[in-house]
């Protein structure tokens, strides 16, 4: 272990001094491009997304420097969001930086960002902290009505009054509450082939950011392939369950629920489609498939995932079975 001196201490202690009275000498900064304001989020995407980080302009002061105005001392750190330095390799001379660099390239997860003594750098925990602050608002968010109106879904709810109640008591949102089974009693159509019914689940964002692109796609498709609809709807404050009260009213062969998944660190946005075959009380994930991951950012594109959808249910249908019969019956065909 190295020993610093008491000499070598002063000096340094002398030359950051100097250079702060330097910056106090210099006239103030303009205003950063990094700095998060109200009215635009560290890590929102185009309009009305919510879900990945903008690139900024670049900016003019050199990222890590220290600034002063009025006798404030600041720290100026670069916009930790924007792709180049979310990928920036933070480890110091690292032996092989090809290989590590590759490394961190193959995934999202939060590789090689360095440390700062003990502690990660502070790049990595403001990064962190926008990622994190990106999923509080795909979960506490809400999927604009102005969305559902376009596409004509009614909005029902399930027995969840709150979205406090609604991350704590997962089995309220696997039910329908007494007006939302009224409601689906009156307006939909019963006994159709195929029911869409569209929850937001654990992210808002997934659903605002996707079912405009991935709904046509999938009404289309289906009403092309000749299956009769019900009449779509959303459910606010809904679990995967939910499809069995449902179907219990309508009585579909096929219900396709589109929700929106656990939002994580680096994707928040992604929307999944639970579909299943003749789903009633009692039925569980076993008789259900799911299609996931369904997002622009860096997971399969929802035009695409339509497509998907369509062709999956049009085998769930061929074949009367879903989920691990489904799949018994695709291993009895071979
Ligand atoms: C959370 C989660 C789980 C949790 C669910 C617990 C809970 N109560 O939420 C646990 C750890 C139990 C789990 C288990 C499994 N999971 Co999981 N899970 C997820 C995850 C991370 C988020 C799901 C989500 O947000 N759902 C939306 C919310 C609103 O739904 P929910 O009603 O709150 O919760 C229900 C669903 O999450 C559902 N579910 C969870 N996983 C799976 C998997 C399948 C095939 C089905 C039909 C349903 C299902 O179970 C919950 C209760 O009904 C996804 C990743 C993703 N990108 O979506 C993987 C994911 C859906 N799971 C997956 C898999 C493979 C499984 C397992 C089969 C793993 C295994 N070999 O045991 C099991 C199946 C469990 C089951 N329910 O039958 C895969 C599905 C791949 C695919 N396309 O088929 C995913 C996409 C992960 C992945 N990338 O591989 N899972």
Redo the contacts with the bound molecule.
């Keep these: 272990m190295s020993v610093v001196t008491a000499q070598e201490v002063r000096s340094i202690v002398a030359a950051v001094l100097a250079e702060l009275s330097a910056a106090e000498a210099a006239p103030p900064p303009p205003p950063s491009s990094s700095q998060p304001s109200p009215s635009s989020p560290p890590h929102s995407s185009p309009s009305p997304e919510i879900a990945t980080a903008k690139p900024q302009p670049p900016k003019e002061a050199p990222a890590g420097g220290s600034s002063s105005t009025g006798g404030e001392v600041s720290i100026d750190v670069s916009d930790p969001t924007v792709p180049h330095e979310r990928h920036r390799i933070g480890v110091e001379n690292p032996a092989n930086p090809s290989g590590l660099e590759n490394l961190a390239a193959s995934t999202s997860a939060r590789l090689a960002v360095g440390r700062a003594g003990p502690r990660p750098p502070t790049r990595a925990v403001l990064l962190f902290g926008a990622d994190h602050a990106v999923t509080q608002d795909a979960i506490f968010g809400d999927v604009p009505t102005a969305i559902l109106e376009e596409l004509g879904l009614f909005t029902v709810q399930t027995k969840v009054t709150s979205q406090d109640e609604f991350l704590l008591r ?1 089995d309220l ?2 039910m329908l509450d007494d007006e939302a089974k009224k409601l689906i009693a009156e307006r939909c159509v019963k006994k159709p082939q195929v029911q869409i019914v569209v929850g937001d ?2 992210s808002a964002a997934a659903v605002t950011n996707n079912l405009p692109q991935i709904y046509p796609v999938i009404e289309q498709g289906l009403q092309g392939a000749g299956l009769s609809l019900g009449t779509p709807f959303f459910v606010r404050y809904c ?3 939910a499809m069995n009260d449902i179907n219990d009213i309508i009585e579909a062969d096929v219900v396709a629920l589109l ?4 939002p994580g660190l680096g994707v928040a946005d ?1 929307l ?1 489609v ?1 579909s299943g075959w003749r789903p009633t009380a009692g039925k ?3 008789h ?6 369904i997002t622009q950012n860096g997971g399969t594109n929802p035009l695409e995932a339509g497509a998907f959808v369509v062709e999956h249910v049009k085998t769930v249908i061929k074949a009367q079975a879903s ?1 691990m019969e489904l799949r018994q019956a695709q291993i009895g065909d071979r």
């Design positions: 997962p949102g696997r689940g654990l679990r995967v369950g929700i929106g998944e656990r992604a999944s639970y569980t994930d076993t259900r498939d799911v299609i996931c991951m989920g």
